[in-house]
Nanobody, 115 residues
Framework: QVQLVESGGGLVQPGGSLRLSCAAS????????MYWVRQAPGKGRERVSS????????DYTESVKGRFTNSRDSAKNVLYLQMNNLRSEDTAVYYC????????RGQGTQVTVSS
């Protein structure tokens, strides 16, 4: 059974950091593209980052480039999103997803950036 479980969210001040984790089961992360998507209150879902099966290629939406890093531990079958220099506009529920639209995703983890 495919399962994705995100964790690591929380309340952080602007400029702070968080590391999100996504534990996958029922399939191997190294075999497919994986995505981080987010949804802010009142807004549509936004793809934040992608990572290739080999983890050699990652891409990011423009607003997070240079601040977020997508990585993977294949042995643990866990995906990570390191988020630095967080801004208020990063406030959203973050999901890891098997597809770029975020349709096949976990339950999400809330990230709130506020002073």
């Amino acid at each position: 059974q495919v399962q994705l479980v995100e964790s690591g969210g929380g309340l952080v001040q602007p400029g702070g950091s968080l590391r999100l984790s996504c534990a996958a089961s029922g399939f191997a992360l190294r075999n497919i593209w994986m995505y981080w998507v987010r949804q802010a209150p009142g807004k549509g879902r936004e793809r934040v980052s992608s990572i290739s099966p080999s983890a050699a290629y990652t891409d990011y939406t423009e607003s997070v480039k240079g601040r977020f890093t997508n990585s993977r531990d294949s042995a643990k079958n866990v995906l990570y999103l390191q988020m630095n220099n967080l801004r208020s506009e990063d406030t959203a529920v973050y999901y890891c997803s098997k597809d770029a639209r975020g349709d096949v995703r976990g339950q999400g983890t809330q990230v709130t950036v506020s002073s």
